[in-house]
């Protein structure tokens, strides 16, 4: 993909991905036969669940876990729930899996209609959590860490992406709505939208304040993004939200505008589809499609050892299953040959100091790596600034030993993480 | 979910930039290159010998220490070859097949090995085994002995052993340009001037090496024979003389910048290469030895974990 450059003396310039002047209309996947949608909560069979296999459902119809908890998800097509089971994300998470068989003809649930009249913070997050772009309301209603701030961030944070571009390009007058909606519901005037220099123009239309953010990776991410746009610098191990500010992505803000003003809750996903070729293409898809249908219809092979990356090339996730659905935050999906799959090696840490010259926030890789490698991950926090680590990967990138330097620090905090829990449960 | 295909499934990021330790290697030994050609023409089929020897067994005792500690092959990683490659070129071409040996041994062994390999070595390797047979066999780093049967064309003596005996009236003989084409005994790879600085600027240039600590060591020995010169013009040499003669540029490109025994914060690394120079030039002018540049990096590899502590602060740090 991106390759070292003859000059090794200067740091590496690695940039995202700009968008066309004119952006192509995005190729419309038809709706598969199946879908399958995740509950944001573990299953377990002998939760009185309120949902049975064989249940009709309708386009846009809320299906909430049980009577005694919140979560839910909005279906994305018309018909039959044909399985519902466990399903086992990254790093563990566990989801409730719902399974859809399809019908031919296509029903909208108008439930959340009757309340677009007055959009009410409870509104959207009884309706509004799973619609493409992945908004999240939670945080408004958490009295330990008002928000004042909202950055609508128009700049897909990972490389080859465009799909946020896209969606300011192509649906501001979406996002002016948008816009409006949440400050009504949050009462938080404050808020600021954020995209690459070339779509400053095209931001403004969408009423909220712009700003730019740069076009060198890793800069739109979060916490670089405070740092530019808002002059604040997170500290180590906490999060932008700690701080007042949360981020919202243009096609979420869009999805919101879209969903208040017709009166039906958006269920289609744009993504970026990045073929073995490196060949970049828009794709609208359900929520819920399995990637297998997207790979059928740009007729590309899949074959053994091959990899499919949901999200992008540094901070996505590969995926074990081509039965895996598009889901509310899958802004890209790329399919890598067996022969480009990047492999990590055995080697230790040579201390050559490419990641130390690379790393936006200076963490001493180096040194790191060699706790975490050890499994010392209190001491790699304590000392080594495991939590000021912003996630971009590059250490991995540039990694002149092929280490898995970035997956370590993943895991590293997970690890910590759930020792916090653990801790915090038995006392 | 039958008949599935297996996919790889592995931790982001999914793309690399091709950098590896063979490149490494392999273009470290690229650029020593010239250098060393020059050496085989001056001195003939002894220096091929020496060099062919010292690569094959610094090969031979990695593959035998990959396989007493059951682990993978690692000698196609080229970082082992190197090791014989730069140990080589600090011999003399007359160095006896034993001494090269050995040497290999100590270097891949003792220097490597024995601190959990690649990585691991708080020593630059070729220098430890270096400094091992330098103590042991002083004789044979003798290089106005060891290369007393070749006529060149040149006065054949050691410059830095000139000065060290006559003062500046010793090397009236070396001219600048003259050092810089090699022309004066030494190492087999370490005299041909030109030589090495063009494979210097190749590395920093290809980032292969850090420039911060090449360019710090050569002004650290800059400055400090400057000084030493202002002070006493007769009994000491000029700063130009101490740049090209010795181990000075070899040190300076090939040997302080080993990836594992030296620092990689930027100021660190000038105190490291500044450190590694003043001393050099200090052991030269005062010490015992006739060159410094062994024992001055093999003691800035020492206090390099301490140096390097000196870190930018990590964003949103709180202290
Ligand atoms: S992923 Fe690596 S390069 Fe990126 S911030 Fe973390 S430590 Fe630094
Ligand atoms: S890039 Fe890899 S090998 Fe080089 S210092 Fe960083 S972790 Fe070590």
Redesign the pocket.
Known sequence: MIKRSFIGLAKPLIEYQAMDVTPLEPQEISIPKKVTLFIDRPYNHRDSILLNIGDQVKTGQKLSYSEDSDAYVISTVTGTISSISSFIGDYGKAYTAISIDVDENEETDDQFKELIEDPTLDTASNYLSGVPGNPCFKIFSDPERPINTIIVSGADCDLLITTNQYVVKAHINAINNGVRVLKKITGIDNILIAVPENLMQDAVASGAEVRTVDSEY?SALPHLMMQTISGQVVPAGKSCEDLGVCFFSTEAVASIGKAFNEGSIPVTKTLTFIDKNGEKTLVSARIGTPVSEIIKAFNVTLNEQDRIIFGGPMTGSSIYSEDYPVQADTDAIIVQDKDHVALVSEYPCINCGE?IR????N?P?NI?VRFLEAGQYEEAAEHYDLY?????????FVCVSKMP??HY?KLAKYELDRISIAEATNA | MLNQKKLIVSHAPFCHDGSSISVRSYHMMIAALPAVLFGFFQYGINAVGVVALSISFAIIWELAINKVTKRSISIGDGNTALIGLLFAMLLPATSPWWLVITGTFVAVVIGKHIFGGIGGNPFNPVLIGLAILMVSWKDFFDFDQALLNYDLGFAMVYPLAAVKHLGTPGIEAFSTGGLLLGQQSGGIGATFGLGLILGGIYLIVRGFIRWEISISFLAGIFITALLFNLNNPTLHAGPLFHLFTGYTLIGAFFLASEDSSSPVNFIPMLIYGAGAGIMTVLVRNLGSYVDGVVFAILLMNLINPIVDKIRPKALGKVV
């Open positions: 890793p990641c690379i790393c936006p926030v963490v890789v790191l000021s680590c912003i996630e971009c990967g590059l250490c991995s330097v970035f620090i």
